[in-house]
């Protein structure tokens, strides 16, 4: 089992920087994948941005420029710096820790933690 635990939202100006957090515990694999999800109001969750254990990022399209996936894996925690905030980037962002194994992944989610961006 893995927990996950977010920090970091809030509420920003348009124009604004966030930084979210999210630290990992349990018995955690050496190869990993960890990544950030978000979800609007009415709109189904989708990917962010993820980083692998070894440090190569995946990036959606619309996170493109504004986004910064960085992971720090002594802390088990992986980072998600949003720059130039819109409020189209208001959504619940959660966490994802997919555990990789030989056989198959394992994914778990955290809570959620909202960021609400003001025009």
């Known amino acids: 089992q893995v927990q996950l635990v977010e920090s970091g939202g809030g509420l920003v100006q348009a124009g604004g920087s966030l930084r979210l957090s999210c630290v990992a515990s349990?018995?955690?694999?050496?190869?990993?994948?960890m990544g950030w999800y978000r979800q609007a109001p009415g709109k189904q969750r989708e990917l962010v941005a993820s980083?692998?254990?070894?440090?190569?990022?995946n990036y959606a399209d619309s996170a493109k420029g504004r986004f910064t996936i960085s992971r720090d894996n002594a802390k088990n925690t992986v980072y998600l710096q949003i720059d130039s905030l819109k409020p189209e980037d208001t959504a619940v962002y959660y966490c994802?820790?997919?555990?990789?194994?030989?056989?198959?992944?394992?994914?778990?989610w955290g809570q959620g933690t909202q960021v609400t961006v003001s025009s």
């Open positions: 349990g018995s955690i694999s050496s190869r990993n994948v």
């Open positions: 994802n820790f997919k555990q990789i194994t030989v056989v198959r992944s394992y994914d778990y």
């Open positions: 980083i692998t254990s070894g440090g190569s990022t």
